[in-house]
């Protein structure tokens, strides 16, 4: 998996690279495409029935799931850009957010920009987590407990929470963003999961736009998503989705994250 984990990488890349006021959310899609379908992989997300695009574009209230296409992107627009490869029959899935400067509203752009690190910042202490991990169950606490830290009264999307990944982009077992009376399954040698905290300003609760497929707040509020595929295996886990295997991410937490051989 760790190939199709790194063309995701770079599709995602590709993306942000672009992501700038006057740009639409299709020229993200068509880039991280361009780099998917060059290494001859294909986009996971167009497998998906219904489903024909290679990334997800979610702008300021949309979270998840938004459908690219001739929005243009403006000023102080906080962006999650979500896409995922297949290659040879393995998958990679992962999603970063980015909030375009506004040096006419700084206030907002600030608000924002702390949503995103807190977002992040969650989806690598659950990671960390899992580096120990008995059950699964640990990694959703130590996300809910990262941003409860945070002093921010956020609220962790209910509706929406991480899976498994292998020969299918979505697989069990489901992975939560937040505190659950189940440990869940345990942790060992195999196990290969995306980790997706989908974190909003307000209000958690969410409803499902006319497109049938755009996740946006109730409450207006912005929202932000990360994400990354982790793989354990016998010397530990490594990050499939990040080039470096995570060792950035997961310094801070004292953890160092293993090649897999």
């Known amino acids: 998996m760790v190939e199709p984990g790194l063309i995701t990488a770079a599709a995602l890349d590709a993306a942000r690279a672009l992501i700038a006021p006057g740009v639409t959310t299709a020229e993200l899609d068509a880039a991280a495409s361009r780099v998917i379908v060059g290494r001859g992989a294909k986009s996971n997300f167009q497998m998906v029935r219904g489903y ?6 979610s702008v300021n209230e949309q979270v998840v799931h938004g459908i690219p296409g001739p929005r243009v992107l403006e000023p102080g627009d906080i962006v999650s850009i979500d896409a ?3 290659y040879q029959g393995w998958n990679g899935d992962s999603a970063f957010t980015v909030v375009l ?30 580096a120990s991990a008995k059950r699964l169950g640990e990694v959703g606490a130590a996300i809910e407990g990262y941003i409860e830290d ?9 509706d929406y ?21 189940d440990p869940g399954p345990e942790v060992r040698p195999g196990l290969a999961v995306a ?10 609760a969410t409803f499902i736009e006319d497109d049938d497929w755009t996740v946006s707040t109730l409450d207006g509020t912005a929202g932000s998503h990360w994400e990354h595929s982790v793989a354990v295996h016998d ?7 990040a080039p470096d295997g995570g060792a950035a991410g997961l310094a801070p937490f004292g953890v160092v994250p293993a090649p897999i051989q």
């Open 52 to 57: 024909r695009h290679t990334v997800c574009a």
């Open 84 to 86: 995922g490869a297949e």
């Open 101 to 130: 400067p506004d040096a006419s509203r700084p206030e907002l752009v600030a608000e924002r920009e702390e949503l995103s690190r807190v977002t992040e910042g969650s989806l690598w202490a659950g990671i960390a987590a899992l």
């Open 150 to 158: 945070s002093g921010h009264d956020y609220g962790i999307l209910r």
């Open 161 to 181: 929470v991480g899976h498994g990944i292998g020969r299918k982009m979505h697989e069990s077992p489901s992975i939560f963003n937040y505190r659950v009376s």
């Open 195 to 204: 980790i997706e905290p989908m974190v909003v300003i307000g209000d958690q």
């Open 235 to 241: 010397g530990g886990i490594w990050v499939l989705t």
